[in-house]
C-alpha cells in the first residue's frame, strides 16, 4: 500500500535561510508525489507535483522539491525563507495502481519562520 | 470562477442531529472527493466521486453519506452527528489528465459536535 511519512512535526528556520520540509514515501511503481501548503483557517493550496521528468521541480513562491528514488524521497526546499512562509505543508502521493486519483497524505509540518 | 466552494464555513451540532454539507466546483472537473482533516492525522478520504453518478467509500467512510447530485455538486451527509466527527471538513476537485493531476480545495467547514 502507498504511504507517506513527513517524519518531523515542526520545522525553526530563521528569515533568510535556506529551509527544508522532509518527506520519505513507499509506493509500488513510478511515484505521483505533491506538496499542498495550508495558511491557518485556510484550504490546501497547491504547491508543486512531480510525475516524471526532471527530479528537481519548482513550483508557487520560489519553492522546489527534489526527488530522490534511491532514497524514497521528496523533499521540499527554498533557498531563502520568509515570515510569510509559516504554514502547514503536507507531502502527498496518489494512490496507485487506483485510476481514482484519490492522495494519501502525510501527517503534515508546520513550519515556523522567525524575523 | 470561484473554484471549490463549501457551505457552511462553521457549524455546531448536537449529537444525534443531522447536516448536510455542500460542496460546488465550476472548475469543470469529473472527479471530486470529501477529507477530514483532524489535527496530527493529515487529510483522510470519506468519500470520492470519479464522475456524475458514481461514488466510492474512501479510508473513513462510517457514518457518513454523500451524493453526486450532478457534475458540479457534491454533498456530504452527517445522519447523527457523533462528537468523534468534529473535525474540519474539506472538498477537493480534480480534472483528467497528467497536466491536469491536480487536486483543488475549497476553503472548508470547521464542524463541532457537542
Known amino acids: 500500500a502507498q504511504s507517506v511519512a513527513q517524519p518531523e512535526d515542526q520545522v525553526n528556520v530563521a528569515e533568510g535561510n535556506p529551509l527544508t520540509v522532509k518527506c520519505t514515501y513507499s509506493?509500488?511503481?513510478?511515484?505521483?508525489l505533491f506538496w499542498y501548503v495550508q495558511y491557518p483557517n485556510r484550504g490546501l493550496q497547491f504547491l508543486l507535483k512531480y510525475i516524471t521528468g526532471d527530479n528537481l521541480v519548482k513550483g508557487s513562491y520560489g519553492f522546489e522539491a527534489e526527488f530522490n528514488k534511491s532514497q524514497t524521497s521528496f523533499h521540499l526546499k527554498k533557498p531563502s525563507a520568509l515570515v510569510s512562509d509559516s504554514a502547514l505543508y503536507f507531502c502527498?502521493?496518489?494512490?496507485?495502481?487506483?485510476?481514482?486519483?484519490?492522495?494519501?497524505f502525510g501527517q503534515g509540518t508546520t513550519l515556523q519562520v522567525k524575523p | 470562477n470561484a473554484g471549490v466552494t463549501q457551505t457552511p464555513k462553521f457549524q455546531v451540532l448536537k449529537t444525534g442531529q443531522s447536516m448536510t454539507l455542500q460542496c460546488a466546483q465550476d472548475m469543470n472537473h469529473n472527479s471530486m472527493y470529501w477529507y477530514r482533516q483532524d489535527p496530527g492525522m493529515g487529510l483522510r478520504l470519506i468519500y470520492y466521486s470519479a464522475s456524475e453518478g458514481t461514488t466510492d467509500k474512501g479510508e473513513v467512510p462510517n457514518g457518513y453519506n454523500v451524493s453526486r447530485l450532478n457534475k458540479r455538486e457534491f454533498s456530504l451527509r452527517l445522519e447523527s452527528a457523533a462528537p468523534s466527527q468534529t473535525s474540519v471538513y474539506f472538498c477537493a476537485t480534480k480534472g483528467t489528465g497528467l497536466v491536469t493531476d491536480t487536486q483543488y480545495f475549497g476553503p472548508g467547514t470547521r464542524l463541532t459536535v457537542l
Open positions: 509506493v509500488s511503481g513510478n511515484p505521483y
Open positions: 502527498a502521493v496518489r494512490d496507485l495502481p487506483s485510476n481514482t486519483g484519490k492522495l494519501i
